[in-house]
Each structure stands twice: as C-alpha cells, then as structure tokens.
C-alpha cells in the first residue's frame, strides 16, 4: 500500500498567516493527490485535485503544489473559517489511502 | 441540489451484522462510481471500498475484505454496505461519497453527513 505522511501533525497560527501542509507518499504516485478539509463534527470537503486544481467553489486562498512524491498545500491567508483539520489523499492505487490529517489551531 | 443521505448506523455486538444504506439525489447515480469512507473516534479518514456504476468492479481495503460487500440499485438511486464480522475496530463514522474518476485523479466531490456505527458488547 501506498503510505501518505503529512507533516505537521498540528500547527497553530493566526489569521492572516501563510500557512503550508506537507504530504509525503511513500512512492511516486505523479499527480495524484487530493486535498479535503475538516471540521468538528462535519464531513470532509475537497479543496484541491490532481495536486494543483482547484475544485469549483473553493477560495483561490488554497493552493496546491508538488508532484512524484511530495506535495504542498498552502492557504495564502488564514482566515478564522480556515481552522479545520486538512487530509491528503491518493488515488494513484486501487487502493486509495489518505495522510493522517493536520490539525490547523488558532494561535 | 446533489446529496448523499447515509442511514442504518446502529449499536452491534462483536461478530454482528449490519448493513449501511445511502441515498442519492440531485444528479445521475447510474453515471457515477461510488465509494464508502470511515473515521474512527478521534482519527483520521479511511478509504473502505469502491464501487462501479455496473458493479462490474469493486475494491476494498484489506482490513474489511471479506467481511464487508458493497452494492448499488441504481434504480432506487442507492448504495449499500453490508457489513459482517463486524469487530470493535470497525467502529466509525462512514461516510459515503460520490467519486469522480475522469479526468484522473479520482476524488471525492461529494460527501454525505455520515452515519456512526458502534460495535460493542
């Protein structure tokens, strides 16, 4: 199976702030990794696909980048609804695996 | 408007049975791979199984193969997961979710609001 690492595990910061989430698979897996977003108590929502492409309705503050084995999101500048938890995911294999989720807390 | 409705989430015993339902409404189910996603009480996302719109292929992760099946009635606009075996590490939310798998990559555009299932004794 394909391991996805995301890094860091958690992250505090404050409104306004850059903010970048690592995620590191475990073998090449070209462009295929997608970016969700969640919040206490609600289902995830897709932010980024295909490591770069924005999904329709998604604030053009999120940005997705890297290919092979390493990837990036960034939030240009937080807001205070940016506070969630954010989980990769591949789809490179049949077998589809997400990161373990960073955790994004106000400072 | 596109939604996903899970239901049949329930409180089973270890080794116990349960089956998972999913309804679809606001855009084509027929046309559309499906899938099955859970998360663990304070854990992250697992992806659990995938399904064709034929049911002509279906995946699963090894952790549930075996014991879980997934299905679809595309007349009734509906997904199923039945589940067997059922043990305390099963215990989760499942979310069913609308996958869209061209263009590549495959990703989950569309989420339902999650059903919990408790195995316990």
């Known amino acids: 199976d394909i391991q996805m690492t995301q890094s860091p595990s958690s992250l505090s910061a404050s409104v306004g702030d850059r903010v970048t989430i690592t995620c590191r698979a475990s073998?090449?897996?070209?462009?295929?990794v997608n970016w969700y977003q969640q919040k206490p108590g609600k289902a995830p929502k897709l932010l980024i696909y295909g490591a770069s492409s924005l999904q329709s309705g998604v604030p053009s503050r999120f940005s997705g980048s890297g290919s092979g084995t390493d990837f990036t999101l960034t939030i240009s500048s937080l807001q205070p609804e940016d506070f969630a938890t954010y989980y990769c995911q591949q789809s490179y294999s049949t077998f589809y695996t997400f990161g373990q989720g960073t955790k994004l807390e106000i400072k | 408007e596109v939604q996903l409705v899970e239901s049949g989430g329930d409180l089973v015993q270890p080794g116990g049975s349960l089956r998972l339902s999913c309804a679809a409404s606001?855009?084509?189910?027929?046309?559309?791979?499906m899938s099955w996603v859970r998360q663990a009480p304070g854990k992250g996302l697992e992806w659990v199984a995938n399904i064709k719109q034929d049911e002509s292929e279906k995946y699963y992760v090894d952790s549930v193969k075996g014991r879980f099946t997934s299905s679809r009635d595309n007349a009734k606009n509906s997904l199923y997961l039945q589940m067997n075996s059922l043990r305390a590490e099963d215990t989760a939310v499942y979310y069913c979710a609308r996958l869209i798998v061209l263009p590549a990559p495959g990703r989950f555009d569309v989420w339902g609001q999650g059903t919990t299932v408790t195995v316990s004794s």
């Open positions: 606001g855009f084509t189910f027929s046309s559309y791979w």
């Open positions: 073998q090449s897996i070209t462009g295929y």
